[in-house]
């Protein structure tokens, strides 16, 4: 089974608090996301990773950035934390396909993080 | 650029009946497939359903399937025989080829099924 691992369920930090969120999938798979999920706006993309010490600005990366060492790692990193950034993170992973049938993308359980 | 609507933040359906989420797509891409997925209240992400762009007959796993209509540009899902295990939230999303593996999200419906 794929597995996807996210570091904390959930986490309270302070307003201006550097905050490092961390993934880790164990499937050997190139891409990695980073998601935040909101009321009535869905999940919306921060971050996404297509190999290591590669990344790209999803839909939303304001506030936001990421950090690829390895390939099994992938963190966010909320560099002074606000309170708009309290929210539902999602990390996800999926392999490389040209078969967009193989595009599936796996999920962590999700780090739902306040900022007080 | 793609976008995901779904217009029905909320349904209710009885138990063991069917039930249908609506989900329309926007993009200029002919390449493109289609995911359903679900969000029970502990807050992982279920992969439900997939439908290639090119896929000429509707995807079907078990209970679910998709209603792709290509022209009208909908992708729903129909789930039968409605649980109460089926309540949760149900996200539709989109991914283009060459798009550098990259979902589009629309808002999601709440599912609540009832007794």
């Known amino acids: 089974d794929v597995k996807v691992t996210q570091s904390s369920r959930y986490l309270v930090k302070r307003t201006g608090e550097k905050v490092f969120l961390e993934c880790v999938q164990d499937m050997d798979h190139e891409n990695m996301f980073w998601y935040r999920q909101d009321p009535g706006l869905g999940l919306r993309l921060i971050y996404f990773s297509y190999d290591v010490k590669m990344k790209e600005k999803g839909d939303i990366p304001e506030g936001y950035s990421v950090s690829r060492e390895k390939k099994e790692r992938f963190s966010l990193i909320l560099e002074s934390a606000s309170t708009n950034q309290t929210s539902m993170y999602l990390c996800a992973s999926s392999p490389v396909s040209h078969d967009v049938g193989s595009y599936e993308q796996y999920f962590g359980p999700g780090t739902r993080l306040t900022v007080t | 650029a793609q976008k995901i609507t779904q217009t029905q933040p909320g349904m209710f359906v009885q138990e063991k009946e069917a039930v249908t989420l609506d989900c329309t797509y926007d993009?200029?891409?002919?390449?493109?497939?289609l995911f359903w997925y679900k969000q029970p209240s502990s807050g992982e992400m279920i992969f439900l359903i997939y439908q290639g762009s090119y896929d000429e007959q509707n995807a079907t796993e078990g209970r679910y399937s998709l209603n792709f209509q290509k022209a009208r540009k909908s992708a729903n899902l129909v789930i039968s025989a409605s649980q109460l295990g089926d309540s949760a939230m149900y996200f539709c999303a989109m991914i283009l080829t060459g798009g550098g593996n990259k979902l589009t999200f629309g808002t999601g419906t709440q599912l609540k099924v009832e007794l």
């Open positions: 993009t200029s891409d002919q390449s493109y497939g």
